[in-house]
């Protein structure tokens, strides 16, 4: 038996900011709310589908150092550069990591300055 990864959990000094700016990313919607915390999932599915849910769960205090984890998303229903734009226009700003400029991904990252990247390979949606 094996297990499946069923949630992430973000802590962020903005819960209703990012759950904001991952639902417009991810197409997700607003699943529950829970003592501050917001859950996120694919509408019509939430807890336990073939996606994660996310949670963005309250905690006041700045992040400290750079996070060992970081998420990559794929374009479903366009390119890479049109995907890029849109990010962009929902909040998202490039983010510097010592990136050479060459690689086919793109470096982001959200408003509370998390790191992810915009891969190139479009994806079917799920």
Same mark, same amino acid.
Request: hydrophobic residues 35%.
């Given at each position: 038996?094996?297990?499946?990864?069923?949630?992430?959990?973000?802590?962020?000094?903005?819960?209703?900011?990012?759950?904001?700016?991952?639902?417009?990313?991810?197409? !997700?919607?607003?699943?529950?709310?829970?003592?501050?915390?917001?859950?996120?999932?694919?509408?019509?599915?939430?807890?336990?589908?073939?996606?994660?849910?996310?949670?963005?769960?309250?905690?006041?205090?700045?992040?400290?150092?750079? !996070?060992?984890?970081?998420?990559?998303?794929?374009? *479903?229903?366009?390119?890479?550069?049109?995907?890029?734009?849109?990010?962009?226009?929902?909040?998202? *700003?490039?983010?510097?990591?010592?990136?050479?400029?060459?690689?086919?991904?793109?470096?982001?990252?959200?408003?509370?300055?998390?790191?992810?990247?915009?891969?190139?390979?479009?994806?079917?949606?799920?």
């Amino acid at each position: 038996m094996a297990c499946r990864i069923s949630e992430l959990v973000i802590e962020a000094r903005d819960p209703e900011l990012l759950a904001t700016f991952w639902c417009a990313v991810l197409g !997700y919607v607003e699943l529950d709310r829970e003592d501050g915390a917001i859950e996120i999932g694919p509408p019509g599915v939430g807890f336990g589908g073939p996606q994660p849910t996310i949670i963005l769960s309250p905690n006041p205090e700045p992040r400290s150092g750079k !996070y060992r984890l970081h998420l990559d998303v794929n374009p *479903t229903d366009r390119d890479q550069d049109a995907e890029l734009a849109r990010l962009l226009q929902v909040g998202a *700003t490039p983010a510097d990591v010592g990136q050479t400029g060459e690689e086919g991904w793109h470096v982001l990252a959200d408003p509370e300055g998390n790191e992810f990247c915009l891969l190139r390979k479009r994806i079917p949606e799920l």
